[in-house]
């Protein structure tokens, strides 16, 4: 298919609207994981309807001494990609198009929940993303916005914004798409070395650890409420052979305390190894968060939560993150 490559507002609003028009945001650098979100988002708008990619690298969300002129641009090559993955056009504005007059004084404030974690890390970060993903919004005009969930926080953030400040648009998450080593698909990745690459996969190692931690735990739980917890009849049930069912009730009953605890155990584990490694992984933080405000679970916690780590090797940082259900929810 055709995919037009357009530069300003006044040629996107120009384009004649036929049915949904679903939107991916990228700054670039478009990989496999980009186009994923593009397919999904063919998927949505039908064959009826439109499906747009920015290009944009926004200066509001680079601080102090991150890579902003680093960052690649390839716009040729993400064209390329974006129409082979069902694009009908890609916004590429200028700078000086998105940010007429410079920058904005008015700008999306993230709030608390942009001070955790990334936040924290990456001062300012999220306020300058919501301000241009809100600019963005606004050019486009989509029915549907499509973001990845590796970018757990960005995405919940999103959300929170569009909720909060009536944006008529729906957003969907699309999960995360890794390598087959594991490692999730990032534009930074061409950054690491061979010897940071092999590192660098202690991230999706951790995340798995406590991922089969997890799952371990949910599923003897589940076992156990499946049989009484009187002890005659776990002896009655031994007597007929089944055993294993008694047993697992006596687990869950006199075992040490597992859930959120357990499942960060399990994934420290992993990068306390991956931190005596050569290169060595550096950790900024590992995190078990409630999704509407990322603030920590605590071990009586039931429903959706994101496992996320992010770290550096070498001079590359990485973030990772995996959705986990706890409790009566799942």
Do not use: W
Request: aromatic share 4%; charged share 25%.
């Amino acid at each position: 298919m055709t995919t037009d490559l357009l530069s300003t507002a006044e040629e996107l609003h120009a384009r004649v609207r036929h049915g949904r028009r679903a939107v991916v945001m990228t700054m670039g650098a478009l990989h496999e994981g980009h186009a994923t979100l593009i397919r999904s988002a063919r998927e949505i708008a039908g064959p009826d309807g439109e499906v747009v990619v920015t290009v944009f690298v926004n200066p509001l969300q680079f601080g102090a001494g991150e890579d902003l002129d680093r960052y690649p641009r390839t716009l040729d090559a993400d064209l390329e990609l974006a129409g082979r993955a069902g694009a009908d056009a890609v916004f590429a504005p200028s700078v000086d198009e998105v940010y007429p007059g410079g920058e904005p004084q008015v700008r999306v404030c993230a709030g608390p929940m942009g001070e955790r974690l990334e936040g924290a890390a990456r001062p300012g970060h999220f306020d300058g993303m919501l301000t241009v993903v809100a600019k963005l919004l606004h050019l486009t005009r989509p029915d549907v916005a499509l973001f990845g969930q590796k970018d757990a926080q960005q995405l919940a953030l999103i959300r929170r914004m569009v909720r909060d400040l009536n944006f008529g648009v729906g957003i969907v998450a699309v999960p995360t798409v890794r390598e087959e080593d594991g490692l999730a698909l990032s534009s930074r990745n061409r950054y690491l070395s061979p010897d940071e690459r092999r590192t660098a996969l202690a991230l999706s190692r951790a995340l798995f650890a406590g991922r089969d931690r997890h799952a371990a735990q949910e599923a003897l739980r589940a076992r156990a409420r499946e049989v009484p917890s009187t002890q005659a009849r776990a002896e009655a049930l031994s007597a007929i052979g089944e055993s294993r069912a008694a047993a697992d009730a006596h687990a869950v009953a006199t075992a040490a305390p597992g859930g959120p605890a357990a499942v960060r155990a399990a994934v420290r584990q992993v990068l306390d190894e991956a931190a005596r490694l050569d290169p060595p992984l550096r950790l900024d933080y590992l995190a078990l968060v409630d999704p509407a405000d990322f603030t920590e679970i605590g071990d009586d916690f039931t429903g959706e939560a994101v496992l996320a780590v992010a770290a550096r090797v070498g001079s590359t940082r990485l973030i990772d993150n995996i959705p986990l259900t706890f409790g009566a929810a799942s």
